[in-house]
């Protein structure tokens, strides 16, 4: 069973920076797309950005030029990092990771962005 460990978020002022990060194991295959999404209660959960194993990228629109995705192929890590960050960001941060043809979760991680 493929295993995504998150780590990172927390509590940061508006306007700060934080980073997200999340390492994925136990996939057979080389892993495909991993991304970021983010919910909040009473919402669907959306996508925030992804990144494909040969590092294209796509972020939603609220998140352009505020957030960067990258990876690390060797370690199946990826990274979010955050930075101009908004109480509207506030929200449990999901990593995705797609290995073989299915996509796999994180148990999320809490990022407070207090006004």
């Known amino acids: 069973q493929v295993q995504l460990v998150e780590s990172g978020g927390g509590l940061v002022q508006a306007g700060g920076s934080l980073s997200v990060s999340c390492a994925a194991s136990r996939c057979i295959f080389s892993i495909n797309t991993m991304g970021w999404y983010r919910q909040v209660p009473g919402k669907q959960r959306e996508l925030v950005a992804r990144i494909t194993r040969g590092g294209s990228t796509n972020y939603a629109d609220s998140v352009k030029g505020r957030f960067t995705i990258s990876r690390d192929n060797a370690k199946n890590t990826v990274y979010l990092q955050m930075n101009s960050l908004k109480p509207e960001d506030a929200a449990r941060y999901y990593c995705?990771?797609?290995?073989?043809?299915?996509?796999?979760w994180g148990k999320g991680t809490l990022v407070t962005v207090s006004s």
């Open positions: 995705n990771a797609e290995c073989g043809a299915i996509n796999y």
